[in-house]
């Protein structure tokens, strides 16, 4: 690079660039992506870092660079995007591409509509067609081929997400003229996702589920690339699931691991056949602190650690694997394109619990530990539930507290017939460096429960109120449940804390009673 007079640059074997192959040429193809991870911090770095050593170290390097969004936050201005996007991946751009989509941060000082602010003085996307693809006349949302794989990218933010709306009339013109044997879709806002935000609850979301969903797999989408919800999801192999909540009854077409080592990978018809299913990638990992609200049911594998993607297509084969900070390849999957392959729904397909998806947590309050508690048909208000309630005539027991189950340590063996309720309560302390969003209640319980922190009631589970009345709602202890706390982390305090739970039984006679909780800790990392 010059001015004209004098060089800019060094002469240097990373300054450089590869042009695209023609569009329809095989050629293997290294795709790295990765979201949310403009915060200059050392997540983002050790993401980076990790990225770059393992490409380093298996000799081959990526073609292609996806970022999913909030690439700078917290507004994604002129300066934030040079600290913690370029001067971060300097030696990375100096020689890939990188294919952006615009995040909630970004949108912040950067409009879809107009095509002005910093993110679109950032980067020059093809809006004309330049690089394969139907012209979209917008840098807010645009497509491009390289060789056999059809990208497309989709503004969630801030344009209008209706199906009759530019975006979504412009995306079925595209999808219908490609001939691409690959189609891989990215855009910020996810359509399935439980981690740090909600894709049952959030307009922008649900949009891009219930509108652009059906529009994609009825074109063969093969993956959908997300951020903003920070966490590391995976689905199975889908089809159809539009819903609102969304549900895994009739849209799972296959509910292995992917893993050509272990369920097996997933098959689909060779070219892009319509509905022959979806794997949904959540990659918001990228630089951001990793939690979750819950548990999405079509996920197959859900992740709180910082890293990224890496996709290898090769032909009809597409291996994908998530690269954590330290470097470790973790979750393994394939995509084998060939023949004709008609997609059959799994009846009954696998759901994911907590036990089976995340079991790297710390205990605060541990399984089997001692609680104060207290029988009987009636307690009102919440004295007993606060950190200085009088505990002179509680009795103390180890969980589970209950009857009529295995589970029960504590055996209640006068309560059947004579009384309904049970409080049981626990003091604890939250250990330095604890991150209150990562907490959660994980309790197998038989009927209903409210719980309480530090005597103000959260929630309630299987229960109802009507004023003071509380109508009781049959629930078996069939295993243990999560119920994450990140909602209300500022409501843990420094030190001593104190969590409550006021348990119900459906009916004096009921033939068993449970209640068996414990406090937990997500952590990051294996």
Sequence with gaps: LSNGEAPLTSVSKELRFTTHPVIGTAKNTRIWVVGDSGTGGDGQKAVFKAQEKYTREAGRDLDLYLHLGDMAYGRGTD???????????????????CWPTMGNHEGLTSKGFSGIGPYYDAYVVPTKGEAGGVPSGKEAYYSFDYGEIHFICLDSFDLDRSTGAPMASWLKEDLKQTKAKWLIAFWHHPPYTKGSHDSDKETQLVDMRENFMPILEAAGVDLVLTGHSHIYERSMLIDGAYHTPTHNHGVVLDDGDGNPHGDGAYHKSEGLAPHNGTVSIVAGHGGKPTFLKGISPIMRTVILEYGSVILDVEGNILNGFMIDRHGHKTDPFQIVKKGVVVPKVVENPWTPTLKDIVANVTEIIPAKSEWHYRTGNQFTGTDWAKPDANLENWKTGSVGIGYGHKE?????????????????????????????????LAINYDDGFALYLNGTRLFDAHITRNGNAVQVRNHEATGEQFFPLAKYAQRFKPGKNTLAIHGYNVQLNSGDFLMNPRLVEFRAGP
């Design 79 to 97: 300066g934030e995007f040079q600290a913690k996007f370029f001067e971060i991946y300097e030696s990375r751009l100096r020689k890939t591409v």
């Design 408 to 440: 029960a340590s504590t055996i209640l063996r006068g309560m059947r017939k004579n009384y309904a309720q049970v409080v049981l309560r626990r003091d604890f302390e939250l250990p330095e460096g604890t991150d209150a969003r990562r907490l959660g």
